[in-house]
């Protein structure tokens, strides 16, 4: 199979970590007979210093040209002062935007290896944590109306927040997809006792569960799922919410599981082609200095390959490599314990390399 990736090498760790996804993509190919051919995109704070924009429209061509699109991290301190619209995060908007990116899907899944590194008790964690949030991403009140109005002498700010029927619909739709690929569970988080765009999301995705009738289903109010994600995280598998509940909930199940490094995403719309990249920044107080942790970049790769490409093998076997390399007790700075070894961004990759092969 020939597949055309895009590479976005980004700001700050982004090179670093890119690169060693790249290699691992590399022997992924070689081992099971693929043609990866990769195409190099500028966005972030690395496009406004050499095209004075955050995604430059021959940029988001090259994305759209693409199979699929692999991110490493934008932004840092050196384009804080910019004004908002032209900051690098402007790209990453603009990027999901323009490649039509409705669906944010981040696993939240504890590796046994670092169980002590969750701040949940014990006997919670040894249940399990392994689930996926499905966030709505363009819609809702990050996309609504914003004004701020002088009424009766005083300031008053407000948000629109609004949903329509088709893009509960087609969010809905990934999740139940996402959910036959994993353990056929979907909960759907609202919050229908109070909001009209809730009682809607409820309405559409009730006549969603009945197109999948193999698929467990059931409706969860969002401070309950708070809770619960804290209280029991071994119930969920697929977790489907609107855009602000989803920014809020895929933050905490990210914090439960000990290391931010290792957690990867993916944002996806209509086909096959999807954007991967961790979940975490740019980090650019370590940038150039190969400490940073390459794994949640690595298993976004894998994400890549399982979704877009339908290679569900090829996925496995680069967890399985994760998994033995912190089997062997290997950890990068972030993740260091008792009892391991530390190493770095690079010696990280070469290890997983070697379990691949």
């Known amino acids: 199979m020939e597949k055309q990736i895009a590479v976005i090498r980004g700001d700050g760790i982004g090179p670093e970590i890119v690169n060693e996804a790249l290699r691992v993509l590399e022997a992924v190919a070689e081992k099971y007979g693929h043609q990866f051919q990769y195409v190099d995109v500028d966005m972030g704070g690395i496009a406004i210093d050499r095209w004075g924009q955050a995604l430059p429209r021959e940029m988001l061509d090259r994305c759209l040209a693409s199979d699929s699109v692999l991110l490493g991290a934008v932004g840092g301190p050196k384009w804080d002062g910019m004004p908002g619209d032209q900051r690098p995060e402007k790209g990453l908007l603009a990027l999901r935007s323009g490649m039509g990116l409705y669906a944010n899907n981040r696993p939240a899944k504890l590796w046994?290896?670092?169980a002590q590194a969750s701040p949940l008790k014990q006997e919670i964690v040894e249940k399990g944590i392994d689930f996926i949030v499905v966030r709505e991403l363009i819609g809702g009140v990050y996309f609504g109306e914003h004004r701020t109005d002088e009424v009766n002498g005083e300031q008053k700010a407000t948000d629109v927040m609004s949903y329509s029927e088709h893009e509960i619909?087609?969010?809905g739709r990934i999740a139940f997809e996402t959910a036959r690929k994993r353990?056929?569970?979907v909960t759907s988080v609202d919050k229908a006792n109070v909001l009209d765009t809730s009682r809607l999301w409820r309405k559409v995705m009730h006549q969603l569960a009945e197109?999948?009738?193999?698929?467990?289903?059931?409706?969860m109010l969002v401070d309950n799922a708070a809770m619960q994600i804290a209280k029991d995280p071994s119930q969920f598998d697929v977790v489907v919410t609107e855009n602000m509940f989803g920014d809020i909930l895929s933050d905490e199940a990210s914090m439960?599981?000990?290391?931010?490094?290792?957690?990867?995403?993916s944002s996806l719309g209509e086909g096959s082609r999807?954007?991967?990249?961790p979940i975490h920044g740019s980090a650019p107080d370590i940038a150039g200095q190969n400490k940073a942790n390459p794994i949640g970049t690595i298993l976004s790769a894998a994400m890549m390959l399982k979704y877009s490409f339908d290679m569900d093998e090829e996925a496995a076997a680069v967890e399985t490599a994760v998994n033995q390399a912190l089997d062997a007790g290997l950890r990068t700075a972030d993740m260091m314990a008792d009892g391991c070894r530390q190493v770095s961004c690079s010696e990280m990759g070469d290890a997983i390399l070697g379990y691949l092969k």
């Open 211 to 219: 197109e999948y009738p193999d698929v467990e289903y059931a409706d």
């Open 169 to 171: 619909e087609r969010i």
């Open 274 to 277: 999807g954007l991967y990249e």
């Open 183 to 185: 353990r056929k569970k």
């Open 256 to 265: 439960i599981t000990g290391s931010i490094g290792m957690i990867p995403s």
């Open 112 to 114: 046994k290896q670092l």
